[in-house]
């Protein structure tokens, strides 16, 4: 997973012209409705000013939370402004913003570049159009298509956003949708499981049995297949899963475990192993990794270790910490005693 330095500053719904069935900005921020404009650069002023000089050169304000491009014209240039005035005096090196497909088209990208926006994300989620349709987005998937190329074709870093367990998806169209972003020309990735939350169309439709959602099993499986494709592309991954925190907890159903995206990250690893072990009833494994990854296999119960030896079949494993640069693991099989 690539780390970065991010300065996030929220941008609440309010920029948003549509509502999306699984759409809570105020209970995945944690953040309420719009502020007027003064005291919401009041805000981001302080925040900056609390930063000091960036140390690294992929430090970025990130502006996420709603669609950005979408907010009032005014709004958008002023935070942009007071951004790009910090930038210049070194406390980040660029911009990030995230937005949806319908909200980009060349002269929103000619004023984003003029204030120093670097990454553009966007909130692709499905490229099944019945996908799109059931989840109410409001655009198509041409409308995604369109917008990469445009924003790499203007010269930005494009990140694209998934959804894991929408309604109406199945594990092959999550696939597809992977493979379009990388086919997109995306330079970076984030998967989110579905959460439901109160207060959602889609919490509606969940208890009234119009949509059920993944157990935590099933979306840790199909989203660690979709990062799977973007690990191949050499995509870099940004994040797994939803933040924690008190809403992600209270939220009544979905994928709503705070440690979600570790968890994807043991399967990812444990599918890299079982298929480098093969059939190994009768083996230990031993298995290389780096240190700072062992976690992945060892936490949460050695969920990760069960996983491997389920479907190897093999009698035990032993895993050492290893100076790997890579990702990739390193599996050895031996006769115990
Ligand atoms: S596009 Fe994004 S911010 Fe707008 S309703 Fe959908 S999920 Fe919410």
């Known amino acids: 997973m690539k780390t970065h330095r991010n300065i996030p500053f929220f941008v609440p719904h309010a920029g948003c012209p549509h509502c999306c069935v699984f759409c809570s900005?105020?209970?995945?921020?944690?953040?309420?409705?719009?502020?007027?404009?003064?005291s919401e650069l009041r805000e981001l002023r302080a925040l900056l000013d609390s930063c000091g000089e960036a140390k690294d050169?992929?430090?970025?304000?990130?502006?996420?939370?709603?669609s950005f491009t979408a907010i009032e014209r005014n709004r958008m240039e002023s935070l942009l402004s007071t951004a790009a005035e910090y930038i210049r005096k070194g406390v980040a090196s660029g911009i990030r913003i995230s937005t949806r497909p319908d909200c980009i088209?060349?002269?929103?990208?000619?004023?984003?570049?003029?204030?120093?926006?670097?990454e553009i994300e966007l909130g692709i989620q499905s490229t099944?159009?019945?996908?799109?349709a059931l989840c109410e987005r409001g655009h198509t998937v041409r409308d995604s298509d369109n917008a990469c190329r445009l924003i790499k074709e203007h010269g930005f870093t494009l990140g694209g956003q998934m959804m894991i367990g929408l309604p109406g998806a199945t594990a092959e169209s999550e696939l597809q949708t992977a493979r379009d972003i990388v086919a997109w020309g995306a330079d970076e990735a984030r998967v989110y499981p579905l959460v439901v939350f109160e207060g959602t169309k889609l919490c509606e439709m969940t208890l009234a049995g119009e949509y059920v959602p993944?157990?935590?099993?099933?979306a840790v499986k199909r989203a660690a297949d979709c990062c799977r494709v973007f690990i191949n592309a050499g995509i870099a991954l940004l994040r797994i899963g939803l933040h924690a925190s008190e809403n992600l907890a209270e939220a009544p159903f979905g994928a709503n475990h705070p440690a979600i995206g570790e968890k994807v990250q043991g399967r990812i690893y444990?599918?890299?192993i079982s298929s480098l072990a093969g059939e190994s009833a009768g083996s230990?494994?031993?298995?290389k990794i780096r240190r700072e990854d062992i976690s992945m296999l060892t936490g949460f119960g050695r969920e990760a270790i069960g996983y491997i030896l389920k479907t190897t079949r093999a009698d035990g494993i032993k895993v050492l910490p290893a100076?790997?640069?890579?990702?990739?693991?390193?599996?050895?099989?031996?006769?115990?005693g």
Not at 128 to 132: A, T
Not at 214 to 218: H, I, P, T, V
């Open 128 to 132: 099944d159009e019945r996908v799109l």
């Open 270 to 272: 444990a599918d890299i």
């Open 323 to 336: 100076r790997y640069r890579r990702f990739y693991p390193s599996v050895k099989k031996y006769l115990p």
């Open 25 to 38: 900005q105020v209970k995945i921020t944690g953040h309420g409705a719009e502020k007027d404009l003064e």
């Open 57 to 66: 050169k992929e430090s970025r304000i990130a502006f996420f939370g709603g």
């Open 284 to 287: 230990v494994l031993e298995v």
């Open 105 to 118: 088209d060349g002269e929103i990208l000619a004023v984003l570049k003029k204030y120093g926006v670097t």
């Open 214 to 218: 993944l157990s935590e099993e099933e």
